[in-house]
């Protein structure tokens, strides 16, 4: 079974399109985040949710808009795609705790090509 | 503010040599530091983790990393490099509930 799940893995569109990710972890955790990676294998925080709840949300434009159905589920919908959004969007999951000291489990990533 | 430096983008070592990778990290309390291995077209696996103790940590697949407080930092260390070690590998630090990822290092390994 995968822990964490992400589809679809690749995903090629055009500019202006609306597109949706989605990620679904089986581990029980509490806390699951979405990541941007850059074509130069920089990671960046985008979201964090807790138990459905958004507690981090970095820099991101209004067009990327997270939702969280239930604690097992974090879905990405991306509204007026740009050419600038093109990267891979890694779904991540971790037991809560106060300093966040648990792992963090990954996706395989989701590749968004913006053409 | 928290942050990971990785100084070496890419790396090329031959298979069966030793290999060690630097990070230094920026944080003002006693760090919890990760270390991931990213496999191409993969996600991001954990090869290690610290968070207080013995500063030597092992990890899996044969690697090891260790924190120097004085120096702010924790390499990763293997002894000796297979073909499948080849990935990108990136340090991480926690803080204010969130990690803070190094820009990776770049592992070659020819035969």
């Known amino acids: 079974d995968t822990a964490v799940s992400q589809t679809p893995k690749y995903l090629v569109t055009q500019m202006g399109n609306d597109k949706s990710i989605k990620c679904e972890q089986n581990?029980?955790?509490?806390?699951m985040y979405w990541y941007k990676q850059d074509s130069k294998k920089f990671l960046k925080i985008m979201f964090s949710?807790?138990?459905?709840?958004?507690?981090i949300n970095e820099t991101v434009p209004n067009r990327f808009s997270p939702k969280s159905p239930d604690k097992a589920h974090l879905n990405l919908h991306i509204n007026s795609l740009e050419l600038g959004d093109s990267a891979v969007y890694f779904c991540?999951?971790?037991?809560?705790?106060?300093?966040?000291?648990?792992?963090?489990?990954f996706g395989e990533g989701s590749r968004l090509t913006v053409l | 503010a928290q942050s990971v430096t990785q100084p070496d983008i890419h790396i090329t070592v031959s298979e069966g040599a030793s290999l060690e990778l630097r990070c230094n990290y920026s944080?003002?309390?006693?760090?919890?530091l990760f270390w991931y291995v990213q496999s191409p077209g993969q996600g991001l696996q954990l090869l290690l983790k610290?968070?207080?103790?013995?500063?030597l940590v092992q990890g899996i697949k044969g690697f090891e990393a260790e924190f120097k407080r004085s120096q702010s930092s924790f390499n990763l260390r293997k002894p000796s490099v297979h073909w499948s070690d080849a990935a990108e590998y990136f340090c991480?630090?926690?803080?204010?509930?969130?990690?803070?990822f190094g820009t990776g290092t770049s592992l070659t390994v020819i035969p």
């Open positions: 610290y968070f207080s103790g013995d500063t």
């Open positions: 581990l029980g955790h509490d806390t």
């Open positions: 991540a999951s971790s037991p809560y705790e106060r300093r966040g000291t648990g792992e963090l489990f």
């Open positions: 944080y003002g309390a006693t760090p919890y």
């Open positions: 991480a630090v926690v803080g204010s509930n969130q990690f803070y």
């Open positions: 949710y807790n138990n459905k709840e958004l507690i």
